[in-house]
């Protein structure tokens, strides 16, 4: 199962898995609510048309006029984007504040479910969509869960690499480096989630390799998880990299837990837009590559901890 494999097929158990991750962190997220609930949030420079931001003449000329891009996320996965004091914040708005500068244009975010935000798009509500989306085949084909045409798709101009982390408590008393070490030990983990399934798989991978039984415990909630790990009753919790990286930065002050060994299942997420709207699409492709050369890119990923989801240049639908 791929990281882009587990937001197509399970997008709500893992938003809900990343909101309960959040509560041991002390992270202030408040759910979206409504299709699309305008947050009164925007970011980046606001500009006029006759700007002379160096990549504003490759804008449509609708988003030259206007001054703005409208930006569909779901505003409820920190630190990818959530909200903080009436804003939304996080990797994403900062990135898009980054690109806003060299296209001349202000991004605005709107704060939706995420279940409708490829349909806010498709009906022109939203510009772009931005919001820890994977990009996957099925997501630019159109097509739902079960492979059955609902639309025309989206292409996607990918900034982000993301897959699963393990978190462990801070030091790593157990030394655990990766999801074989785990063979002979037990984890935390939150019920219904895709990272109970890795774990059930890897308990299927150690039996088979005669390392010893993975012992699984799952909890209602993600934060239950992680405080059986902060005790030493479990020598490991799953979340989604950014996740479980803002985890390790928050929760305590920092003291509580530490990401183990790489991030695996890794795929890119991708800001989405219509596909009759290539000309966009060009323009957000060439401003990622622009702030990736000139370091703006970097800095955000640096400010957020998640220089590991780096790119090094920006890919249209990339996604498998």
């Known amino acids: 199962m791929t990281a882009s494999t587990t937001r197509r097929t399970t997008a709500a158990r893992s938003r809900i898995a990343a909101v309960g991750a959040l509560a041991v962190a002390g992270a202030l997220m408040l759910t979206a609510c409504g299709d699309q609930t305008n947050s009164g949030s925007g970011t980046g420079t606001k500009e006029s048309a006759g700007s002379t931001a160096p990549l504003f003449d490759k804008l449509p000329k609708k988003y030259q006029d206007a001054g703005v891009i409208k ?15 009436g804003k939304i914040v996080g990797i994403d708005p900062d990135i898009a504040a980054a ?175 219509d596909k009759d709207n290539t000309q966009l699409r060009d323009a957000l492709k060439e401003a990622l590559d622009a702030i990736i050369k000139n370091g703006e890119y970097a800095k955000v990923l640096e400010k957020w901890d998640v220089k590991n989801s780096a790119v090094t240049e920006a890919t249209i639908n990339a996604g498998k």
């Open 71 to 85: 930006v569909g996320t779901d505003a409820a996965y920190a630190p990818m984007e959530f909200e903080e004091g």
């Open 99 to 273: 690109l806003g500068k060299e296209l001349g244009v202000k991004f605005e975010f709107t704060s939706g479910t995420f279940d409708g935000l490829i349909s806010s798009l498709n009906t022109g509500r939203q510009d772009v969509v931005m919001s820890a989306m994977s990009d996957t085949k099925a997501r630019q084909e159109g097509l739902d869960d079960k492979g059955k045409k609902t639309g025309e798709g989206v292409d996607f101009v990918d900034y982000f690499n993301s897959g699963v982390s393990l978190l462990v408590k801070k030091g790593n008393p157990a030394k655990i480096t990766s999801l074989d070490d785990l063979c002979g030990k037990k984890v935390a983990v939150q019920r219904g989630t895709i990272y109970e399934d890795t774990f059930k798989a890897q308990a299927t991978k150690c039996e088979k390799d005669g390392k010893g039984k993975l012992t699984i415990e799952a909890f209602d909630t993600d934060a239950e998880a992680q405080t059986r790990v902060k005790s030493g009753g479990a020598v490991a919790d799953l979340n989604d990299y950014p996740v479980a990286a803002h985890i390790a930065k928050t929760a305590g002050g920092g003291n509580d837990f530490e990401v183990a060994g790489n991030q695996t299942e890794a795929g890119p997420f991708g800001i989405a837009v």
